[in-house]
């Protein structure tokens, strides 16, 4: 578009004193819609006097996503007498704003607004993406007794006056730098209004950038003033007279000094003329009404709407970016495709070519990039555009041409009359470069290593950085950056004294792109961003150096010192551009700089740590959506920072580099743990690699399934039977075996063997832990009597996915697997071991007081002979065997408690256990100390017998109640044989108690179980205890 002097066109001015990123901003895709607000007549005063400091609410009956609306206006400052019509009023659908000065020594009158879209019946500010407010009737009294009516903008971002209008716009600094620009009314009297329109004197403004940023607009500020409103010193006509402003925000009220315009191209004239009418529904760019010209403005910078012979220098051409900048004199390379932004408002058709041979016109039949896209939309919208420039494409300067219509079927020189704008830029084609481009379809980490010129790639396989396939690049490359829009390489050539930018192909071969005019540093940390343009920052340095690529040299677009939160030698961008993330150089903190805006802003708290090392070199730094990861020069490890939670791990040690340099596509790059079980009966299982939760002491990366006949090929660690990895171990069937899980972070475990050894875990029983909170404890596993004999498999999942089967895929965790062997229990002989301990004195069971010190008594005392009864493995638990071998001194009267354990561990059941106790010479029964009544008395029992937690009292009567009984050594009966000592006289006593039987206690006993594991089964062990007294 392009303009001309005021005396003969329409204008669309910028005021861009205050607002110039309007057309530097990256564009952002706007929520809002557009609004035309028509006001319903009711007006309250909120707070305030009329002609005062006051507060008012404009009622509408506009919807704005879905919500009803309102206009809050507030009256900042005043300085205005009454009036009979009152300041603040409603005229015809209008905030209608009457002054007047009545004061002694000064003429003029006004009024600041402040003017608020809200929830209606609330003060909430409602963000549109655009507000067009018009002012009617600007002009003076027709007797001359006024000046012009004036109303003043803060930081508008275009306003608009019609050839027809007389109103004049200004820019500059008023009342102390509150307004930017200035709209004059004319020196005629008009009598405009929504309803009769004199465009001479309505001008209008459109604020499309708010304190969000662009197309965030909730309020407007403006003054309304007359510097002569019927001054009381020079005016002696009516007291009531007064300055009238209406101000509209309906867009219908802007239309009338829009709709008689066109708006015209500015490429040179040998692209001939284009041209559309102007609207306010529809424009390229972030809601601006399109400027109007009478002709073509052609000019060879393609910028004739941008250099008038106006003091006001208004971008017009606002619509089309690329990387974040104005489309203007970038750069397209041929054979490469490449998005462009568009902005536009409203419904329509998107057409575009581009001068693709340089022979000054557009009508080459492969020159139109884009035909009729059809944008639906009442919001400003950014719609991503891709244009393919062919790789035949004649380098250097060159042209493009944009037009947004109403109307399909544009030709790139139509004089077409529909609704619509024309955007011409000045471009240039950059030749194709020969070197062969990487790809971006399997993300991986790259690295340049020896003094940074040979570039390496990670293969899962070898776990580690391979040279295969890459040239040495030949000299020292840094600062090394993937560029996803033309899939390079980019890095500085440290070796060179210009210290050139270069791009680098996925062979390895490199070509320089020259010098950085203003950044010949020694650039060491460096990234290409997102929006493709390049970051680098010297080493030992914290200030960052943003270079554009596209040109021909490079182009420093600027610096930013203290940039970074910490020197260092190498950073990379978040996948989205909004972060730049640096590990600190010799450190293990990884720091953030904020880049969303238009400074980078650094956060001096590290956000992670990474573990497991206390500082390193971290030379190549990479990214990808979710992860960051770290090369650390010192020891070859590569660690990897979970972007979400600040959880981090050593992910392998690659071979060792010194120097080295590294970047990504930042695709997203998965490392997954695998199983190693054979894969064609137990199928496929894998985790992927996310810090935190992992069995074990860690975890390998592994680029398949390993399909491993013994389960061996993979690094599991994470479970133990008896202190002893799982790998190769042995399970008897019948037994309960307790496994130790190792585990680390969050999570839940899933595991299942293979019980019937038919190659797969599918039977019911064959899942031994289902989503168990096991968090690095123990897991009882009952193998089954019935489990096949032979090599079997078992897997261990773990993962902070609940519900996991024995395949497929995982979130995060590890999964273990390993072989082990089913064997049947050994058959043994039953075997009954007796452990006999003092445990009381004189009803004492905590110590013997008669020695000095006292002897303690429940206590678990060993013999000290080796694998004797006391050492047996199946005792239920190492505080059983509680008592004293030697419990000290005891004198005549004394009573002494003996309890006697007894254990089978053979693994067959006995059959007629019979347990004799010599009691010793000057030691005799004492009777009825157990058993005790409802009463709490002891009901006279003399022997008390514990088998599985059953407790039996037993006399020592030799009677059909029970089977214990106090005789002699020479009237025991010949069988079963009690074994006494040779010492024992045949008047010595003796007590007798047969454990197993059939008749009296204890009762359902026939036969002492084997022991099948430790205090199993209950019924395999027990006690008896009874007491004697020292004769006296």
């Not at 590294?662 to 496929?684: K, L, Q």
Request: charged share 20%; proline share 5%; net charge negative.
């Amino acid at each position: 578009m392009n303009k001309v002097a005021r005396s003969i066109a329409s204008l669309l001015v910028r005021a861009c004193l205050l607002t110039p990123i309007l057309i530097l901003s990256p564009l952002v895709t706007s929520e809002a819609k557009a609004v035309s607000i028509v006001l319903d007549g009711s007006l309250t005063r909120l707070s305030g006097t009329d002609c005062g400091i006051a507060t008012y609410r404009y009622g509408s009956s506009t919807t704005f996503d879905g919500k009803q609306i309102d206009l809050l206006v507030e009256v900042l400052s005043e300085d205005t007498e009454s009036t009979s019509d009152g300041c603040i009023n409603i005229n015809e659908g209008s905030i209608s704003a009457r002054i007047r000065d009545k004061d002694v020594g000064d003429t003029a009158a006004s009024m600041d607004l402040k003017i608020t879209v809200v929830e209606k019946g609330t003060t909430i500010p409602v963000e549109v993406d655009r507000l067009i407010m018009t002012g009617f009737d600007l002009d003076q009294s027709s007797g001359g007794h006024t000046g012009t009516d004036d109303i003043y903008l803060q930081a508008p971002d275009g306003v608009y006056i019609s050839n027809n209008s007389e109103v004049t716009y200004s820019e500059g600094t008023f009342f102390g730098g509150r307004y930017q620009a200035k709209l004059k009314g004319t020196s005629a009297s008009c009598d405009d209004d929504k309803d009769s329109v004199e465009r001479e004197c309505r001008g209008g403004a459109v604020f499309v950038t708010g304190d969000g940023g662009i197309n965030k607009v909730s309020s407007v500020t403006v003054r309304v003033q007359n510097d002569n409103a019927y001054g009381r010193d020079n005016y002696t006509g009516s007291s009531n007279n007064n300055r009238r402003f209406d101000l509209s925000f309906e867009i219908n009220d802007i239309e009338p000094i829009v709709n008689l315009n066109t708006d015209y191209g500015d490429a040179p004239n040998s692209y001939e003329n284009a041209r559309h009418s102007v609207s306010t529904n529809i424009a390229l760019g972030s809601g601006l009404i399109p400027d109007h010209e009478v002709a073509n403005q052609g000019s060879a910078a393609a910028n004739g709407d941008d250099t008038d012979t106006t003091s006001v220098n208004y971008d017009d051409e606002d619509g089309v970016q690329l990387n974040g900048q104005p489309l203007d004199t970038q750069s397209l390379t041929a054979g490469v495709t490449t998005n462009l932004d568009i902005a536009s408002f409203g419904t329509g058709y998107l057409s575009a070519w581009i001068d693709l041979d340089g022979d000054g016109n557009f009508t080459d039949a492969d020159e139109q990039v884009v035909d009729d896209l059809l944008i639906n939309s009442t919001t400003v919208e950014n719609t991503a555009v891709p244009i393919a420039i062919p790789a035949t494409a004649t380098a250097g300067n060159s042209y493009m041409r944009f037009r947004f219509a109403s109307a399909q079927g544009v030709g790139p020189t139509e004089l077409s009359n529909s609704d619509g704008e024309v955007e011409d830029y000045a471009v240039a084609i950059a030749p194709l470069s020969t070197l062969p481009p990487f790809s971006c379809a399997v993300p991986s980490l790259i690295q340049t290593t020896t003094n940074q010129g040979q570039l390496r790639q990670f293969q899962i396989a070898t776990q580690t950085f391979d040279a295969t396939g890459f040239a040495p690049v030949g000299f020292n490359l840094n600062g090394l950056g993937y560029r996803e829009q033309d899939n390079y390489l980019y890095g500085f050539n440290n070796s060179s004294p210009t210290r050139e930018l270069y791009r680098v192909g996925s062979d390895g071969t490199a070509e320089s792109l020259g010098a950085v005019a203003g950044a010949v540093q020694n650039f060491i940390l460096g990234d290409v961003h997102p929006d493709g343009t390049y970051w680098a920052a010297p080493f030992d340095s914290t200030t960052l150096y943003h270079i554009d690529v596209t040109t021909s040299p490079p182009t420093l677009l600027n610096t930013f010192p203290n940039a970074l939160p910490d020197d260092g030698s190498d950073f990379a961008f978040s996948a989205d551009g909004t972060k730049l993330y640096i590990v600190g150089h010799q450190t293990n903190k990884l720091y953030e700089v904020d880049m969303t805006g238009a400074t980078p802003v650094p956060n001096p708290t590290p956000i992670a740590t990474i573990s497991g090392i206390a500082s390193g070199g971290w030379g190549a730094q990479f990214t990808t959506p979710t992860k960051f990861y770290a090369y650390d020069n010192f020891t070859g490890g590569v660690y990897v920072i979970d972007l979400a939670t600040g959880l981090s791990e050593l992910m392998v040690t690659a071979a060792l580099f010194t120097f080295n340099d590294g970047t990504s596509c930042r695709g997203e790059i998965d490392f997954f743990d695998f199983g190693d079980a054979p894969t064609t009966s137990y199928g496929s299982v894998a985790h992927t690699l996310v810090p935190g939760s992992y069995l074990g002491t860690g975890r390998s990366i592994d680029a398949t399934d390993y399909d491993s006949a013994n389960a061996d090929a993979d690094t599991d660690d994470g479970v133990q039977l008896s202190g002893t990895n799982l790998q190769g171990e042995t399970l008897t069937a019948g037994e309960t075996v307790s496994l130790d899980i190792t585990t680390a972070g969050g999570g839940v475990l899933n595991a299942w063997i293979d019980w019937d050894g038919d190659g797969d875990f599918d039977e019911p029983n064959e899942q031994v832990a289902t989503d168990a909170n096991i968090s690095g404890g123990t897991l009882s596993v009952p193998v089954p009597s019935n489990a096949t004999t032979g090599t079997t498999y078992a897997r261990f999942r773990y993962s902070s996915d609940p519900g996991l089967g024995p395949t497929g895929s995982a979130s995060d965790g590890e999964v273990e697997d390993y072989q082990v062997a089913i064997a049947q229990p050994v058959v043994t002989n039953p075997d009954i071991v007796l452990v006999k301990r003092i445990t009381a004195i004189n009803g004492n069971r905590t110590e013997n007081t008669n020695s000095t010190p006292p002897t303690p008594l429940n206590a678990v005392i060993n013999d000290g002979v080796a694998s004797s009864a006391d050492d047996e493995n199946n005792w239920p638990a190492s505080s059983y065997l509680i008592g004293e071998l030697n419990a000290g001194l005891v004198k005549p009267g004394d009573r002494i408690e003996y309890t006697v354990y007894f254990l089978n561990t053979g693994s067959s059941d006995a059959e007629t256990v019979r347990i004799c106790d010599w009691i010793q010479p000057n030691q005799s029964l004492v009777t009825g100390l157990y058993g005790e009544s409802s009463t709490g008395a002891r009901d006279g029992t003399d022997i008390e017998l514990n088998i599985g937690g059953t407790v039996y009292q037993l006399t020592a009567a030799s009677d059909a109640a029970d089977r214990a009984e106090l005789t002699t050594a020479g009237s025991l009966s010949a069988t079963p044989d009690c074994n006494l000592s040779a010492s024992a006289n045949a008047s010595d006593s003796v007590l007798v108690l047969d454990i197993t039987g059939t008749t009296g206690d204890p009762t359902g006993l026939t036969t002492l179980p084997g022991t099948t594991g430790q205090g199993t089964p209950t019924n395999a062990y027990g006690f008896f205890r009874f007491t004697t007294k020292v004769d006296e």
